[in-house]
């Protein structure tokens, strides 16, 4: 039997237990991907399959430091559907340049679609090459040219500062989504998360109090675009993590446009008093909800599809919250596909065993091993 994700109506006045459920294959997942050449490897094949051979909505990569966790999410980030990238950021090994492949189902972006997309870095070659190239050059286009196909990682070296909420040119900044900067954060400069966070709090309060009272203005030969869809995810993501911690997310200060919290005290607190576990999981999901509405501005994020990878996801965490991280990401957020590193056994733990995938070192001087099932949850 084929699993399912939920999605709700798309309507921002129904709550958010009100959902219909849709087939797995509607919404972009990784299938599988294939590493060969890139230290500390050598050779990897990884499944994101479940027993049942549909793609998993989590997967936990447990592993110690030095095992190769963010070489992996890299590899990702090099062969995704709209930007293949020679994988410059990872160790070749001795007999040549990286060789990556990924499989990817593509959901709404392509519904018509039998058999998943295979994309490969520059250089890596298939028996059916010649045909796979071009169908990899289609995809490319399409989505430079029509948006679509999520694939966001963030990154082990992210960080938040504390500077004032800035919010300017929406339409450059906010609703401007470029396939081939979803991994911006790869770079350690850019791995500030406060300054995008805050912008994607603040616009989803701000659009989404605009929509005037009464029905929702549509241009005609437009989608129609619900702000209040965004304001309603942004609003029940963000307070749904920051509760782990016990507090309360009100929405924005209304002289400052600061995001506002509550502590359990009942006293108001800004976003950069929050302790910096809290801000860390609210960077997450307001920035995820902000990839997802610029890509699919006509979709409910809390349903909107994609693949989010996220390293060291236990970073600040205490083991309280590690336990309740995937489940708590796995419903926020019903249409992304989340992918995360951790050295974390209790991180690790709370995940299903068919969740779980283990890299490991034997011995010394070893190439990294990778193990799942029951044989991922032995120490």
Same mark, same amino acid.
């Given at each position: 039997?084929?699993?399912?994700?939920?999605?709700? +109506?798309?309507?921002?006045?129904?709550?958010?237990?009100?959902?219909?459920?849709?087939?797995?294959?509607?919404?972009?997942?990784? =299938?599988?991907?294939?590493?060969?050449? @890139? #230290?500390?490897?050598?050779?990897?094949?990884?499944?994101?399959?479940?027993?049942?051979?549909?793609?998993?909505?989590?997967?936990?990569?447990?592993?110690?430091?030095? =095992?190769?966790?963010?070489?992996?999410?890299?590899?990702? &980030?090099?062969?995704?559907?709209?930007? !293949?990238?020679?994988?410059?950021?990872?160790?070749?090994?001795?007999?040549?340049?990286? %060789?990556? &492949?990924?499989?990817?189902?593509?959901?709404?972006?392509?519904?018509?679609?039998?058999?998943?997309?295979?994309?490969? !870095?520059?250089?890596?070659?298939?028996?059916?090459?010649?045909?796979? %190239?071009?169908?990899?050059?289609?995809?490319?286009?399409?989505?430079?040219?029509?948006?679509?196909?999520?694939?966001?990682?963030?990154?082990? +070296?992210?960080?938040?500062?504390?500077?004032?909420?800035?919010?300017?040119?929406?339409?450059?900044?906010?609703?401007?989504?470029? @396939?081939?900067? !979803?991994?911006?954060?790869?770079?350690?400069?850019?791995?500030?998360?406060?300054?995008?966070?805050?912008?994607?709090?603040?616009?989803?309060?701000?659009?989404?109090?605009?929509?005037?009272?009464?029905?929702?203005? #549509?241009? $005609?030969?437009?989608?129609?675009?619900?702000?209040?869809?965004?304001?309603?995810?942004?609003?029940?993501?963000?307070?749904? @993590? =920051?509760?782990?911690?016990?507090?309360?997310?009100?929405?924005?200060?209304?002289?400052?446009?600061?995001?506002?919290?509550?502590?359990?005290?009942?006293?108001?607190?800004?976003?950069?008093?929050?302790?910096?576990? &809290? %801000?860390?999981?609210? *960077?997450?999901?307001?920035?995820?909800?902000?990839?997802?509405? *610029?890509?699919?501005?006509?979709?409910?994020?809390?349903?909107?599809?994609?693949?989010?990878?996220?390293?060291?996801?236990?970073?600040?965490?205490?083991?309280?919250?590690?336990? $309740?991280? =995937?489940?708590?990401?796995?419903?926020?957020?019903?249409? #992304?596909?989340?992918?995360?590193?951790?050295?974390?056994?209790?991180?690790? &733990?709370?995940? *299903?065993?068919?969740?779980?995938?283990?890299?490991?070192?034997?011995?010394?001087?070893?190439?990294?091993?990778?193990? @799942?099932?029951?044989?991922?949850?032995?120490?």
């Amino acid at each position: 039997m084929a699993r399912t994700v939920s999605q709700t +109506n798309g309507s921002p006045d129904k709550p958010a237990g009100a959902r219909r459920l849709l087939p797995w294959w509607a919404a972009m997942r990784l =299938v599988h991907a294939t590493l060969r050449g @890139v #230290v500390p490897f050598g050779e990897l094949d990884v499944d994101f399959r479940d027993p049942h051979g549909d793609p998993r909505s989590v997967t936990v990569v447990h592993g110690g430091a030095g =095992v190769g966790k963010t070489m992996l999410l890299n590899a990702l &980030a090099c062969t995704r559907p709209g930007n !293949t990238t020679v994988a410059t950021s990872l160790c070749a090994a001795e007999d040549g340049p990286p %060789r990556l &492949a990924c499989a990817w189902h593509l959901g709404e972006d392509e519904p018509t679609r039998p058999h998943p997309l295979v994309v490969c !870095t520059p250089g890596t070659a298939l028996d059916d090459d010649a045909l796979r %190239r071009r169908e990899q050059a289609l995809f490319d286009r399409r989505a430079r040219e029509q948006g679509g196909f999520v694939f966001l990682l963030l990154p082990a +070296n992210r960080w938040l500062s504390r500077q004032a909420v800035s919010l300017h040119a929406p339409a450059r900044s906010m609703l401007r989504y470029d @396939v081939r900067s !979803t991994t911006a954060f790869d770079q350690g400069t850019s791995a500030d998360l406060t300054r995008e966070t805050k912008q994607a709090l603040a616009y989803a309060a701000i659009s989404s109090a605009l929509v005037p009272v009464g029905r929702l203005e #549509v241009s $005609e030969g437009h989608p129609r675009v619900d702000p209040r869809q965004l304001g309603s995810a942004m609003h029940e993501a963000v307070d749904t @993590v =920051v509760r782990l911690f016990g507090f309360v997310y009100e929405s924005l200060d209304p002289l400052s446009l600061e995001p506002r919290f509550s502590s359990p005290g009942g006293r108001r607190l800004p976003f950069d008093a929050l302790p910096t576990r &809290a %801000r860390h999981l609210v *960077a997450i999901v307001a920035i995820t909800i902000k990839t997802l509405w *610029a890509a699919y501005p006509t979709v409910d994020p809390r349903t909107a599809e994609g693949v989010v990878a996220i390293d060291d996801a236990d970073l600040h965490q205490d083991p309280t919250v590690q336990l $309740e991280l =995937v489940r708590t990401l796995r419903t926020v957020l019903l249409g #992304v596909q989340w992918i995360v590193t951790t050295s974390s056994a209790h991180l690790a &733990a709370a995940a *299903a065993p068919g969740e779980v995938i283990a890299l490991r070192r034997m011995s010394e001087g070893d190439r990294v091993s990778l193990f @799942v099932d029951h044989q991922a949850r032995t120490h």
